[in-house]
């Protein structure tokens, strides 16, 4: 019997039909996905019933499951991708739905692996992690940063290997290996990278590509086309131009590698430069985001390559 550990999901259902495939996982194997099984992809809704039904899956919960049942008992506010699952869901099934979502773990200890979705706390047991931290909230991610001069990956000292999911680290399609025991499986597929699953107990990893960037297509289309009264109530700042459909990005984390830096948590801002200079009409070629990427690197290479 085989168990796959499966990344962030997001809504994607025929990415993960295919990885099941691939895997070539049966009723007889175990399925677990490590949260953030809905928003942002087209189909939550199938994920949902997936993992309610199957008596050989399960899911943990992630910040997006909890972002659903918090909302939902008006803790907080719904986020657009919240709003768009809700609709993919439907009205009469959202509050079973958010049941469900509130019922999942918050982390599964396996004879030979640790899971949990978000991030965890050196020196802390793993009943006693904070949920912020463990399902990966961004008040979680704020107490690592305040009280660690390092990612939590790096300080991680459980007994066990551990799996998380939540962040795509090297936006390259790659997961996040460290030292052999912590395994970043989340690779942005929601936003067009790919699907990982890690296969145990061999530590296998299987991995699909994304057949498009869902979130960026779901979330401009929304922004741009939104119901007039949605618009007309809240006036948003002014946004770098952006056709209805998304450019794709030009500069990615291969480009990165290419350029002679090491893939690393540096690497989500280089790229968010990237796109936001692309966007506002400043790149229109790969070879320009080539020029821009040395350019920003090149004048302290030697001080800042570190810390990518
Ligand atoms: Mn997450």
């Not at 990885?19 to 928003?39: E, F, H, N, T």
């Not at 991610?141 to 290997?161: A, I, K, M, T, V």
Request: glycine share 10%; proline share 7%.
């Amino acid at each position: 019997m085989s168990t796959l550990i499966v990344g962030d999901i997001h809504g994607c259902w025929d990415e993960f039909r295919e990885l099941l495939d691939l895997a070539s996982i049966g009723k007889g194997d175990r399925i677990i996905a490590l949260g953030d099984i809905v928003d942002r992809g087209p189909d939550s809704a199938a994920l949902l019933e997936f993992f309610r039904s199957q008596p050989h899956a399960e899911s943990l919960q992630g910040n997006h499951e909890r972002k659903h049942f918090r909302s939902f008992r008006g803790e907080l506010k719904p986020a657009l991708s919240q709003t768009l699952a809700r609709e993919q869901i439907g009205e009469q099934a959202y509050p079973g739905a958010c049941e469900f979502m509130a019922s999942l773990p918050e982390f599964i200890e396996l004879p030979n692996a640790l899971l949990v979705h978000g991030f965890f706390e050196p020196g802390v047991p793993v009943r006693e992690q904070r949920t912020t931290v463990i399902v990966g909230t961004l008040s979680g991610e704020f107490r690592l940063q305040r009280n660690y001069d390092h990612p939590w990956y790096e300080l991680y000292d459980g007994e066990l290997p551990i799996i998380a999911g939540h962040r795509d680290y090297l936006l390259t399609g790659r997961p996040l290996v460290h030292l052999g025991r912590v395994f970043g499986i989340d690779t942005g597929c929601c936003k067009g990278g790919r699907l990982t699953g890690l296969l145990l107990p061999e530590f296998r990893f299987v991995s699909v590509a994304a057949r498009k960037d869902y979130w960026a297509e779901a979330s401009v289309s929304r922004r741009n086309c939104g119901p007039a009264d949605r618009r007309s109530r809240k006036p948003r700042k002014p946004r770098p131009s952006v056709s209805p459909a998304a450019p794709p990005r030009l500069v990615r984390g291969r480009h990165l590698v290419e350029c002679g830096m090491t893939p690393g948590p540096g690497f989500g801002p280089i790229l968010q430069e990237c796109y936001d200079a692309q966007l506002a009409g400043k790149i229109s070629t790969l070879a320009e985001g080539i020029d821009m990427v040395r350019a920003r690197v090149r004048p302290t290479s030697e001080s800042t390559e570190r810390g990518m």
